[in-house]
């Protein structure tokens, strides 16, 4: 059954971003949004090697679902996904995922994202994260979440930048993507660092809105 991990499964929201658990029947929404999106995500990420189309087909998403399901009732992590809603409608629009999560003395989890580029800088992923986040201090139970970055990737590092991680390290030969071994900057945040602002939602609230 689900919630073998604390916290979840979970519904987020904060005005028009909305975060759920993924259903079956968001295959043709995700496999149009990440066949759209190939130009924007796939230098970033560690993909299985064979065509995009076809590793973001609707077939492929039933087996992205069901590792995704296995994971979170393991405890392994929270996948969600993340949703747009306007004009009475709700549409997927990108993904939050804490993965590898470790609990007793650790309590820790690396946090991964990735949003459609015709909704990227309107503030839906960093609130997203910082949903995640705040999540995952409280209800999920853990103490520090990390995010690691190619350094190439900008508008990545802004969202973990405007949110207030602190950039800790740099891992060289990191991880395998598009074709090569790659470096990544490691940010974190503990919930000590967070706590007396309300939470992680709170501060990008505050320094988002416009004075």
Not at 161 to 175: D, I, S, W
């Amino acid at each position: 059954m689900l919630g073998a991990t604390p916290g979840w499964p979970a519904v987020l929201a904060d005005g028009p971003v909305l975060l759920r658990p993924y259903k079956r029947s968001d295959a043709r929404a995700w496999s149009e949004l990440r066949i759209a999106n190939q130009a924007w995500l796939a230098p970033w990420e560690s993909a299985p090697p064979g065509p995009w189309a076809e590793m973001n087909s609707t077939r492929a998403y039933a087996f992205v679902y069901r590792d995704m399901r296995r994971a979170a009732r393991r405890g392994d992590s929270m996948p969600f996904a993340v949703c747009l809603r306007e004009g009475g409608r709700e549409r997927l629009v990108g993904h939050v995922n804490l993965g590898n999560i470790v609990r007793r003395a650790f309590a820790s989890a690396y946090a991964g994202y990735w949003v459609d580029y015709r909704v990227a800088g309107r503030g839906v992923i960093p609130t997203a994260l910082a949903l995640a986040v705040d999540h995952a201090f409280g209800p999920g139970g853990l103490h520090r979440i990390e995010v690691n970055i190619r350094p190439e990737n900008g508008p990545s590092r802004r969202v973990v930048e405007k949110l207030g991680f602190r950039e800790e390290a740099y891992h060289q030969r990191y991880m395998h993507i598009d074709g090569g071994w790659r470096d990544h900057l490691g940010y974190a945040m503990t919930s000590e660092e967070i706590a007396a602002e309300g939470g992680l939602l709170t501060r990008w609230k505050r320094v988002h809105t416009p004075k």
